[in-house]
């Protein structure tokens, strides 16, 4: 299971995380993303990280330089640091695991949505 937290409203230039714990298996034996959706607009993927054998991780071009994510093996939580959100980053935001290692394919299993809303 993923359990997703830490949503809410935030201001504009201003921070949030989001977790994302883990049960059933550890949060660094697979890769592991999230993924968001706006009101009327396709899904996006924000960020994914490789299992800690690899080690790497993806940012969207839109969250790049501002998002950051995280793991904490002995918590099994991933973490999304969101930093200098602006009103674009409002939307529903998503965990995501993948059935590999690595952030290829399709993600296999999702936990439930957590609402991001950033006030300008």
């Known amino acids: 299971q993923l359990e997703v937290s830490g949503g809410g409203l935030v201001q504009s230039g201003g921070s949030l995380t989001l977790s994302c714990t883990t049960s059933g298996f550890t949060v660094d034996r697979y890769a592991m993303g999230w993924l968001r959706q706006a009101s009327g607009k396709e899904r996006e993927r924000v960020s994914c990280?490789?299992?800690?054998?690899?080690?790497?991780?993806y940012y969207g071009e839109s969250v790049k330089d501002r998002f950051n994510v995280s793991r904490d093996r002995a918590k099994n939580t991933m973490y999304l640091q969101m930093n200098m959100v602006n009103p674009e980053d409002t939307a529903k935001y998503y965990c995501?695991?993948?059935?590999?290692?690595?952030?290829?394919?399709?993600?296999?299993?999702w936990g439930q949505g957590t609402q991001v809303t950033v006030s300008s």
């Open positions: 995501e695991k993948y059935p590999s290692y690595y952030c290829d394919g399709n993600p296999d299993y």
């Open positions: 990280i490789s299992s800690s054998g690899d080690g790497r991780i």
